[in-house]
């Protein structure tokens, strides 16, 4: 073999090129920037920890609101990773000075941008992001900055983002509304009614929304699923009453989720005096993303092509650097081929396919060691609208009619027209 150092023996060489299995990152973790003013943990610097850690749950501290995510997550019968940042605020501070904070600055990496290096300095990356009370509504009439801040912390990560509209009604909430047009923000109204200690407390739905995200992610087993239609446990009712009936589309639940918010509505149809509704929905609804796109409208759908793209990124640092042979990259391609057939199998896509073109790939761009390779798939929506046509059916007498003829033939030795023949 001219092409290798001599030896006198035998050994052994890596001659092969084949597929590597890829690995999908967990897509579970919420992010969160909270107001902790007690918290044993540094300031704008990631913390991560699961919520059955009890010494990690203490350095949160008492006061603020981390403890109420950890209530939300544990109230759905789940453990969770977690991600926390905190500002640097006291027991007295502001709101504003909270939300001001709680914003920080993408150039120096603190707020809610320190989420952002959160995998590289926690080794977990947050895939949902809250930032409870303080991004919810607007302020002064324009945008609530701190959401803002978020939403570029989520759209860089590709992480979904959880806010509050924070509206009085149906009006201010539709209002808030057109603010966004991430497809990765996912708002939801109105805020829901909490046991407290001795009493009831009105909390951001945020929170019980994510966490209801991460439950069903553990129940199906992946970020492929939407998280309507579920139970959400830990919430008592909500802060106003939000109508809905069955079979009908004029009421407002369906107004919200047509604009792209999500709410929360009754097991069963409650009504008190005067047809007044119930404010006891604890059924999520609603699917879609503030996206005006509608290939990203729906909460699942953006998600798993999140997970899809985050996979294919990381999991083939494998093939770099290797020689480039027609080998190598079939090689590439059936790893990326047995991954979307998996995702097909499970549901999750209804189908995808990895491809090589040569008009893309001229000898030019090989020579410089470049490579292209195209991929599509095709992500499994959620059934939103369920119609069935109804009918009505004559054909159906005639069957009816041969049943009667042929019982009575059975039931008498002759039939009607031999009697009265006879």
Known sequence: MATAPFNHGTRIIDAGNEPRPLDVADGSVIGAVVHAPDADFAPDEPFAFYTHQTEAISKLGSSGNALDIINAIKAQGIEAPCVFVRPDTTATSTTEEIRNKMIGSAASMSGVHALSFALGHTGVEPTVLIAPSYSAGQVDDAKNPLADAV?????????????????????????????????????????????????????PASIYAAALILKRDKQ???VYWSPSNQETLG???????????????????????????????????VQGAGGQFAPNGRTLWGNRTTSEDPLWQFINVVRTRAALEKTIMRGFRWANDDNLSDAHVMAVMRSGQALLDEMTAIGAILGGR?????????????????????????????????????????????????????RMNVSFSTSIGDMMAG
């Not at 806010?163 to 509304?177: P, Q, V, Y």
């Not at 004029?250 to 929360?264: K, P, S």
């Not at 893309?360 to 991929?375: Q, V």
């Open 220 to 222: 199906k087993g992946g």
């Open 235 to 269: 919430i008592l009712g909500t802060a106003r009453p939000i109508s809905y009936f069955d079979g009908e589309i004029d009421h407002e639940a369906n107004q919200l989720n047509e604009a792209g918010i999500a709410t929360f509505i009754p097991s069963r149809l």
């Open 151 to 203: 939403e570029q912390v989520g759209t860089k990560l590709r992480a979904i983002s959880v806010f509050d509209t924070g509206g009085n009604d149906a009006a201010s909430s539709l209002r808030i509304r057109a603010d966004f047009s991430s497809r990765y923000t996912y708002l939801i109204d109105p805020f829901v009614r909490v046991a407290s200690a001795t009493e009831v407390a009105l909390k």
């Open 354 to 406: 990895m491809w090589w073109e040569r008009d893309l790939n001229s000898n030019a761009s090989m020579r410089s060691g470049k490579i292209r390779i195209e991929f599509d798939a095709e992500e499994a929506p959620p059934l939103e609208d369920l119609i069935f046509g109804s009918r009505r059916n004559e054909a159906y007498f005639d069957s009816l009619a041969e049943n009667i003829q042929r």
